[in-house]
């Protein structure tokens, strides 16, 4: 049995639009940060992580390390950061991770693990990229030249982009918006569980 053109089409978008429809929805979650303040330190390891292992399947996570690093010159490209010249070590190292590691769990774990101690950022990225089975070696090289302070430049453009403009330490935007700032910062698992659709089983 044929069916005329128009039938076949209709029919096709309507299988179509029932698919869109009932795709399960995904988060995506903004993270800017600095690589040596505490409270950064803490949501990665407090919220970000355990947030993002329920359902990493249905969250982006978009790390911006800059904060409130200054551009000091650029011609060549120094900074000033917050908290001294080991986190402007540790910033190109988390600009070039973000920028060399293509598997969103390598790069959160990697993330994670580095940012619990900067006494020696590069100490710390051969240290959990090789416990990760990373490769630290082109991130290590990407962050002691030109290239990583490219990428922290760039991560300060996008920081500047922020509408609200940063105001503190991380800042976190969920699906492009930063409403209920205090929420996404202390819980966040129950933020993201208010945009995805169907809701996972462990959402509150």
């Given amino acids: 049995m044929f069916l005329p053109r128009g039938v076949l089409s209709a029919f096709g978008f309507a299988i179509l639009f029932h698919a869109q429809v009932f795709a399960d929805t995904t988060a995506t979650v903004g993270v800017y940060y600095e690589t040596l303040s ?29 904060g409130n690093t200054v551009v000091n010159s650029t011609g060549p490209l120094t900074f000033i950061c917050e908290h001294g010249e080991k986190e402007c070590e540790g910033l190109k190292i988390h600009s070039c991770a973000v920028a060399l590691v293509q598997d969103q769990n390598s790069l959160l774990n990697l993330a994670d693990c580095t940012i619990r101690d900067q006494t020696d950022p590069d100490a710390m990225l051969i240290e959990c990229a ?75």
Wanted: glycine content about 6%.
């Fill in 38 to 66: 505490p409270d950064c330190r803490d949501f990665f390891i407090n919220q970000l992580l355990p947030a993002y292992r329920q359902a990493p399947d249905r969250i982006i996570v978009t790390l911006v390390p800059f």
């Fill in 130 to 204: 090789t416990r990760l089975g990373i490769e630290w070696r082109p991130i290590a090289d990407c962050a002691s030249t030109t290239t990583g302070s490219e990428l922290l430049n760039g991560n300060g453009d996008k920081t500047k982009e922020l509408f609200p403009a940063l105001r503190g330490l991380p800042t976190i935007t969920l699906n492009g918006r930063q409403d209920e700032q205090q929420q996404l910062l202390t819980n966040l698992w129950n933020e993201i569980c208010k945009v995805l659709e169907p809701k996972p089983s462990t959402c509150p």
